[in-house]
């Protein structure tokens, strides 16, 4: 478990970094202390989680890049448990390694330093390519093939990854069915709108059975209402096929509504400033979830995070 801030809302009364809830024993001086804390109820669902499988383990994962002048870092000792079945959003301001991040994880970069640790097996340099089928891809923009209808972009990636021929025409049609395009399987992309595309592009990264999938901004260039819509549909989703997800976004509704775990990361180079457990239970989780308590008092804990971390950032370049 990563160091994450210990936060306050009020000033005084210290709050546990995982659900927020106040640790009447201790007091705090500043909000920008590195401790970890954790309430009781934490410390209780946490030893339940530890019994769960660990499917990736991130440890001290760094980037950076060459430049004429000097080395850019853009992400700085990230480590997390992935845990099976998780729905895990990370959030952070643009330009903080979010999207880094997941190329690292999902094996299209390479880190500079750190180990990525899938299925028991620790990897020093990245994730070799033997193991990519272990993940599925979405991506801001759905990338389908114009040429190819729905049910044939679903095809290419069985044909890419070279999964077995005998159930091929069975699985389409399950992952189809699943975002709600079982009928759509011969129509080609321009003639399906934004949000449709979109969900072939999730069934597309899901044909394969992929242990996880990696999911970047992929509501991103819909206008709101069909963001809103794909959203309910992607926890729908979730529910149904109980995979391992792990999302970036820069919309904190949007991750509050979906994540099991919330990372939120720093400005460049990006750290996890704070780790945020979303305690509210998926039946809640409906059309009128922004005004469920919890809801509110999370999204004003995150965004306060966020906030400081900007200042943090503000007060370093001023120095």
């Not at 669902?45 to 080395?71: D, G, H």
């Not at 290419?156 to 159930?167: A, P, R, S, W, Y």
């Not at 391992?244 to 939120?264: D, G, Q």
Request: aromatic share 6%; net charge positive; proline share 4%.
């Amino acid at each position: 478990m990563s160091s994450s801030l210990w936060i306050t809302t009020d000033g005084q009364t210290p709050r546990c970094v995982r659900c927020t809830n106040a640790i009447p024993t201790r007091s705090s001086t500043t909000l920008r202390l590195q401790w970890t804390e954790y309430c009781e109820l934490s410390k209780r669902r946490m030893e339940v989680q530890s019994l769960s499988k660990v499917i990736m383990r991130v440890n001290a994962l760094s980037k950076s890049f060459s430049q004429k002048a000097a080395e850019l870092r853009v992400l700085n000792q990230i480590s997390m448990d992935i845990h099976e079945s998780e729905f895990i959003c990370v959030i952070g301001p643009s330009g903080c390694g979010k999207s880094t991040f997941l190329k690292c994880v999902g094996g299209i970069q390479p880190p500079t330093t750190g180990t990525i640790e899938l299925d028991g097996v620790t990897h020093e340099r990245g994730i070799p390519s033997h193991v990519l089928g272990k993940f599925g891809f979405v991506f801001q923009s759905n990338n389908l093939l114009p040429w190819r209808t729905a049910e044939k972009n679903l095809r290419l990636m069985l044909e890419v990854l070279k999964v077995k021929e005998f159930d091929w025409d069975q699985r389409i049609d399950e992952m189809l069915q699943i975002v709600g395009l079982a009928q759509y399987k011969d129509v080609y992309p321009h003639e399906l709108s934004g949000g449709m595309r979109q969900r072939v592009g999730i069934a597309r990264a899901l044909v394969h059975n992929p242990e996880i999938l990696l999911m970047d901004q992929p509501f991103g260039a819909l206008d709101a209402i069909t963001r809103k819509m794909l959203s309910y549909e992607m926890l729908s989703i979730w529910k149904q096929t109980k995979k391992t997800i792990i999302m970036v976004t820069n919309n904190v509704e949007e991750a509050l509504l979906l994540a099991n775990r919330i990372f939120i990361f720093s400005p460049l180079p990006g750290e996890i400033i704070s780790e945020i457990e979303v305690d509210i239970p998926l039946e809640e989780r409906g059309q009128d979830i922004a005004g469920h308590k919890r809801y509110i008092e999370l999204r004003t804990l995150i965004n306060q995070v966020i906030r400081q971390g900007h200042a943090a950032e503000a007060r370093r370049q001023a120095t």
